[in-house]
């Protein structure tokens, strides 16, 4: 039964205000127990009576002198019993508790972090499986968690603790919480709390990762590969329309940092082309057109390149062709008609030409990414040849390429199993065919549609030639 429904059986007001000057009297005279135990017989009646205003201040009343006394044990004892008290009201615990975590920062400050974390276990305790007090332990729970980070971070050697640990435990301590389920939470903090658990996950992950040597393996089941699951799962809590808003443009840019991030370890290169066309977008960094907004542009040409051939890709890729703004980037705009061209692109050509300037960028540095770039421009002239032959000879399929036949057969392999296109090797013949053999069935409808197009254009010439001799008889007349 909730508060409001509780009928309050007698006022206690007067007993209340007759009662706090005294307690805080005796408490300042150095006689803190007999003024709780004098707030806790009328704490006791209140409660009984469903007084929730004087409740209230009874409960904050004891927590307050007990802080004030700086008697943490006995503070801490107090929030504990009085938040079990039997029937003990919601509204009294919720005000207890609310008031103590605006302590927090304070306690850290004058008493140290042992009397902070005992504060904060209290704290937790109390408010664990309470619906009402969700909110409240959200935020006890972040500021411990970013307690272990600290130690993490300012790692010395004294700590009972591995910094390791205390990364993982602050981590742990976060996505236990399901925020997003929350109804007494704002939607922007809701936001930055699942934010900071992908945040965190996201570190936990890499340390994971390097720890086991295999930060590009993402088919391992070993190093951080349940982070990196956990991250996904909680990256797909974030709304992207809430993202949009202006004033939320902060959240936008830091949720879309961690993607692209996610996106690269798993070599999702359209993904993390998506990331930045989603970052460019922003108002604040579009309009800064020699800055973060080129740099951004620049980034989602790059990864739009890299990624395998289909139709989103194709798609986007012609999209960015067409916009205006990348025609100011000379570079990454031939980059772009390059591939949208259908046009043979040697390598050798292409490195000679492109190659001197992206090496220098952060995207290309990566040997991983130039060689994934030369695997585009290969399926790109692979997708041309097989649009302009039908058949055509290993040897100058290889030639073209600029290959050996071992590489052009791999490559050409995948792209068939992928089905980007439809070819078959002789290899006795050494003829590679691009023309799938036809069905009876698809060469009688490609001969019917040829012959309703024949009696179209025979229809329209007979109409013609009717109207231009009824013209001239009208003339002769």
Do not use: C
Not at 16 to 29: G, I, T
Not at 116 to 145: D, Q
Not at 302 to 312: C, E, G, K, T
Not at 332 to 348: A, C, D, G, H, V
């Amino acid at each position: 039964m909730s508060d409001a429904n509780k009928k309050q059986e007698k006022d206690y007001t007067l007993e209340v205000d007759e009662l706090l000057p005294q307690a805080k009297s005796l408490a300042e005279s150095g006689k803190l127990q007999e003024a709780l135990d004098k707030l806790f017989a009328l704490e006791k009646q209140s409660r009984n009576a469903s007084d929730l205003k004087s409740t209230t201040r009874l409960v904050k009343a004891i927590i307050e002198l007990n802080y004030e006394a700086r008697d943490y044990t006995q503070l801490n004892s107090s929030i504990n019993v009085l938040s079990k008290k039997h029937s003990q009201l919601k509204g009294a615990i919720q005000a207890m508790v609310e008031l103590a975590v605006t302590w927090l920062e304070e306690v850290r400050e004058r008493d140290g972090t042992e009397k902070w974390l005992e504060l904060v276990e209290t704290l937790r305790t109390v408010t664990e499986g309470k619906l009402f007090l969700e909110t409240p332990r959200a935020r006890v729970t972040l500021a411990l968690a970013q307690h272990h980070e600290s130690l993490y971070r300012n790692a010395s050697g004294k700590s009972a603790i591995s910094p390791r640990d205390s990364l993982i435990t602050a981590s742990d301590l976060l996505i236990d919480l399901q925020v997003e389920t929350y109804s007494s939470m704002e939607r922007r903090e809701k936001t930055e709390f699942i934010l900071e658990q992908m945040r965190l996950l996201l570190e936990v992950a890499r340390l994971k990762d390097s720890e086991s040597g295999k930060k590009d393996d993402k088919d391992s089941l070993g190093g951080g590969e349940t982070e990196w699951v956990k991250f996904k799962v909680q990256s797909r809590k974030v709304n992207e329309q809430f993202l949009k808003e202006k004033e939320n443009e902060d959240l936008r840019l830091k949720y879309y940092d961690m993607m692209v991030q996610y996106g690269l370890r798993h070599h999702a290169y359209l993904d993390v082309a998506n990331y930045y066309y989603k970052v460019w977008e922003t108002p604040s960094i579009k309009e800064d057109t020699n800055g973060k907004g080129k740099a951004a542009l620049e980034h989602i040409v790059y990864y739009v390149a890299l990624s395998p051939h289909d139709n989103q890709q194709s798609d986007m890729m012609h999209r960015l062709y067409n916009d205006s703004a990348l025609e100011k980037l000379e570079v990454q705009y031939n980059l772009i008609k390059s591939f949208t061209t259908p046009e043979l692109m040697r390598w050798p050509g292409i490195e000679s030409v492109f190659g001197p300037f992206l090496r220098t960028t952060d995207v290309f540095q990566n040997d991983k990414h130039w060689e994934d770039l030369h695997t585009r421009v290969i399926e790109h002239n692979i997708r041309v040849i097989a649009k302009y032959y039908t058949r055509i000879t290993l040897t100058r399929l290889t030639t073209l390429l600029d290959l050996t036949p071992n590489q052009t057969e791999e490559t050409l392999a995948r792209l068939v199993v992928a089905g980007t296109v439809w070819a078959r090797v002789d290899r006795p013949a050494g003829i590679v065919n691009f023309r799938n053999k036809r069905s009876a069935e698809d060469v009688m409808n490609d001969w019917s549609s040829d012959m309703q197009k024949l009696l179209g254009l025979v229809e329209k010439t007979w109409m013609g030639m009717n109207a231009a001799q009824a013209a001239q008889s009208r003339v002769k007349a």
